[in-house]
């Protein structure tokens, strides 16, 4: 029988993060659950992932955002290469204002069926990357100070003892959902300088023709109109007007963060 314990033996938290919000609340939870910066990040947007096995007194906090109340597709394919043996998972779904609808629950299946034992979920508010003005400056110094007591309350627990969840919100199966059929378009101001090609994801911009996007690849995560240092890539005008339309009701409400443990 193996004894309970609280203390993991390493901390390591994974994110897909394409603009930069995700990652944020991956970092304040997980330094918040290390109390100091050890520990080990996984970038789930890059490529070409090893393929990573865990120990069953280890802990990680996995982090998503949601695109249309789901785990974006390309990201649940970067989560088959991590490998629990009933490894203690925090799940997280980051996203803008909304809803999260069946992306937490997604995650938490996943991870589970990854050899993962989620021990604890949120759902936090990060700023809505198609529209910046929508949860602007999420995740703020209350989300931050929520996540911090989150990771008391996480700590406090049994890791290798803890109960499996089970009051994660969200439908079997999950929404159907499919992407906008757009890619970025490319401006003038583009100096084919290929940042945008070397962080793409899902490589659906060809390094020696930046100006292009590969329509089958591209997942409108919108990474490359953030990195681009003459932000010459932006959604087109009409999915920009869409987006405004889709979101103007919840613009302007302050929605909070829900935490399951
Ligand atoms: C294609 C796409 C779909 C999205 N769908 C949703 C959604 O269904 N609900 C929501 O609240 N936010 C949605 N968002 C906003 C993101 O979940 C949110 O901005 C998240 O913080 C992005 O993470 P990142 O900053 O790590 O890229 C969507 C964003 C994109 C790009």
Redesign the pocket.
Known sequence: MTAVTNKPAKIYTAY????????KVALALTSALADTDRFTEIDLSLPVLAQYTFAADDIIVIAV?????RVPAFALQQLTTLHGQNTSAIAIA????????DALLELSDSLTSQSFHVIAAAAIL?????LRSV?AGRPDADDLAQLTDFAKKISAKPLTDAPALTNIPGNRPYKDWQ??PVVPKVSDSCIRCGLCSATCPTQAIPSGQPHTTDPQKC?????CTVVCPKNARSLPQQAQAMICQKLESIKDIYKNNEFFY
């Open positions: 897909f993060s394409p603009t930069g919000g995700t990652k955002p949601v695109f249309g109340g980051a996203y803008g204002n909304r809803a999260y609808e990060s700023e809505h990357s198609m949860a992407p906008m997942i409108l995560c919108l990474r």
